[in-house]
């Protein structure tokens, strides 16, 4: 049975009403399960090739956006900064792979061997900040050891293939892309420079790193997508105050010409008007032109204003200023210019962090999903186990507070929790306060200090306490009687002696009187 473009299998029943399923009706519905039906709904050109077109603004869409994006980038103080900071706090961030020992090794030397190193490519792969998305050929090369050719010369001889680099497909060279019927995207068609031909790089030979996957649109979402209408006002705004200041130093030009004038040099004068600035090479020069009765019929003037202005263009501008940052949830950096408590810097730079770990987190998925098990594959590794995958880890951004951590730890210790012996615990405390790792074979004993040895010479070892056997009751019983009678007797010699010292008279020492002197 047929609804529409869709295929309805009616299952056959016996004489009580229950369906029966034949083999080829299940492999029939396995596989209709298989076909793809709905769309993503990406807005781009019919067919299989075509450009996105999911933004609504035209000045943001295709190459217009990337040059827009650049100027942002290039141009705008805030916008540098912020890009800075986040690639300054992620080129210190530690990497390393997990997973199976000999296939991290592996692919752990890849990454070392390539002739870009990993910070420099890590640089590259961060334009997908400013511009959504960053494309990335892999270029492989077989480790010959040293050699001439570049696609042969490596650190190592296995005969095995290696990333020779990762290098970027810019993204103002992109021509269009190309989509498979569902939409999904199988390759990037680029035109670079100087030749401007069109070449057609594979999915499968790329890696493609974007800020958001929304729709699977390919060329992700600008992080500076927000920031685009403050940016307009705040760069016009910051032009009419620079006309502005210009206009008040130098004055209002005014021209006042008679209809004689006017009718022959009206074009020239426009000129005058249009070009006067303030410069070292300023100068107007104008005849002096009367009328028969003594008239001036051309007369320069420059016009000055008076007060200042009703609207305060710093206090617009640093408005602007805090938007931009805020869409990059880096307004911190604007905290130093007003005050602010230290609360809530703490709060807004912990928030700038977990957005700088979702970054990390989206390019460390591109490696685990796509770029490792591509490298093995090649390489005819299979790791059987899949909570073995190699992985890329990073490590925290922001280092903890350590007067915090302590607190915390003593707390724990307090309520009963048994911390050490943990090695792991140890290490981790250690690299958090910048010290070394706790040593494998334990603590060294410490040399004897001086003067130890000559104390120690003369002494001898203490007898080693050995536990005795029980002694039977007889001898019990006989040691308790020997016991009181050697107290009675110490208590009998204690009171005698007692009595002897109450016997003897104190002897008191005269006491000596000083001479009184007569008058």
Known sequence: MKIGDLDIIAHPTNGDGEATVSKNTQQVEKASRLVEIGSTG????????????????????????????????????????????????????????????????????????MSTSWEDTLIDILSMLPYGWSWHEIVYKLRKGEHDDPRHNSKYS????????????????????????????????????????????????????????????????????????????????????????????AGMPIIYRSELVASQYDTELKNILRNIKRNEQEGILLPLIFDPEGNEQLKFELIKAAGSRQIDTNAVINRLDRAIAMTSLADFIMLGQTVGSFALSSDKTRLFSLALHAILGSIASVYNQYGFPRLLRINGIKIKDPEKQPRLVFADIETPNLDELGRYITSLAGAGMRLFPDDDLENYLRTSASLPERPEEGFPTPPPEAGDEKLNQGTKPKPKLVAQPPKPEADNVELKQAARKSNSAKKDRFNRQSWDLAKVPSKKKPSKKTPTKKK
């Open 42 to 113: 990406l807005k781009r050109s019919s067919g299989g090739m075509g450009l996105v077109s999911e933004e609504f603004l035209r000045e943001l869409s295709g190459e217009r956006g990337i040059r827009v994006y650049r100027e942002m980038s290039d141009n705008d103080y805030v916008v540098g900064a912020v890009l800075y900071t986040i690639q300054s706090l992620i080129r210190q961030v530690e990497w390393h792979i997990e997973g199976d020992e000999q296939a991290a090794e592996f692919i752990d030397s890849c990454i070392k061997d």
């Open 158 to 249: 296995d005969g095995k293939l290696g990333w020779r680099k990762l290098p970027i497909r810019a993204q103002d060279t992109l021509y269009e892309w190309d989509f498979d019927e569902e939409g999904g995207t199988q390759a990037m068609l680029q035109m670079p420079p100087p030749n401007y031909d069109i070449r057609k790089i594979p999915i499968d030979n790329s890696l493609l790193f974007r800020t958001a996957t929304h729709k699977g649109n390919p060329e992700g979402r600008s992080i500076l997508r927000s920031a685009y209408r403050p940016w307009y006002l705040k760069k016009h705004i910051e032009n009419i105050e620079a006309i502005g200041i210009e206009r008040d130093l």
